[in-house]
């Protein structure tokens, strides 16, 4: 079983509606949780960060935890073509800085 | 701020050489961490330094190494390059508490040929 899985997609959404990509983890002690977007030929780019169940909002993006049911999304409001992109979701099981990582899914916004 | 630095940006190798590449984390940042990015396989963890001792490492082979200098400056080497070495080497740099953000760099493109 892999630490971090996501549907790699491709996901496709038309500008201005509501991307929702999803992330589960199997450590069930897993303490922080991360999204990062990716473009192509370039290095991941820390979007948000989650420690606690429940949702955290920063501009058009809401990340949501369920530890519980060990699950991570991110959910990208009023999308925009800028938005595509590959989103990783990365999980630290808190023994110091080392991350685990999804494969990544594909989003592509059209316009 | 600067952000995390790597150099060289490319490179190319030949089988069986070396390579050293190196990486320059946010100033203030001693948690250094390294990390590989192939199509395959996605990004995998590779060691992660604080203070200059290795903190966690991944499950790569031995000819992969690293070390950490008293100014949290980091390097990377490579030893006895296989053609399954070419990929996208990257290095995060977060604060010196734990469980926290990681940063990356650019990334160092290497190519084994």
């Known amino acids: 079983q892999k630490e971090v899985e996501q549907n790699s997609g491709p996901l496709s959404v038309p500008e201005g509606a509501i991307a929702s990509l999803n992330c589960t983890y199997s450590?069930?002690?897993?303490?922080?949780f991360f999204w990062y977007r990716q473009y192509s030929g370039k290095s991941p780019e820390l979007i948000m960060s989650?420690?606690?169940?429940g949702d955290k909002e920063d501009g058009r993006f809401t990340a949501q935890l369920n530890k519980a049911s060990q699950y991570v999304s991110l959910l990208i409001r009023d999308s925009q073509p800028s938005d595509s992109a590959t989103y990783l979701c990365?999980?630290?099981?808190?023994?110091?800085?080392?991350?685990?990582f999804g494969t990544g899914t594909s989003l592509t916004v059209i316009p | 701020k600067a952000g995390v630095t790597q150099t060289p940006r490319y490179l190319i190798k030949t089988r069986g050489q070396q390579v050293t590449l190196s990486c320059s984390p946010i100033?203030?940042?001693?948690?250094v961490s390294w990390y590989q990015q192939t199509p395959g396989q996605g990004l995998q963890f590779l060691f992660e330094?604080?203070?200059?001792?290795?903190?966690n490492k991944g499950n790569f082979p031995g000819r992969f190494s690293g070390r950490q200098f008293s100014n949290s400056r980091s390097e990377m080497n490579v030893s006895t390059l296989e053609l399954g070495d070419s990929a996208l080497y990257l290095c995060?740099?977060?604060?010196?508490?734990?469980?926290?953000?990681?940063?990356f760099g650019q990334g160092t493109r290497l190519t084994v040929v």
């Open positions: 100033s203030g940042h001693r948690s």
């Open positions: 450590d069930r002690g897993s303490q922080s």
């Open positions: 989650i420690y606690s169940n």
């Open positions: 990365a999980v630290n099981r808190g023994r110091g800085n080392q991350f685990y």
């Open positions: 330094y604080f203070s200059e001792t290795q903190r």
């Open positions: 995060a740099s977060s604060p010196d508490r734990m469980n926290t953000e990681a940063f």
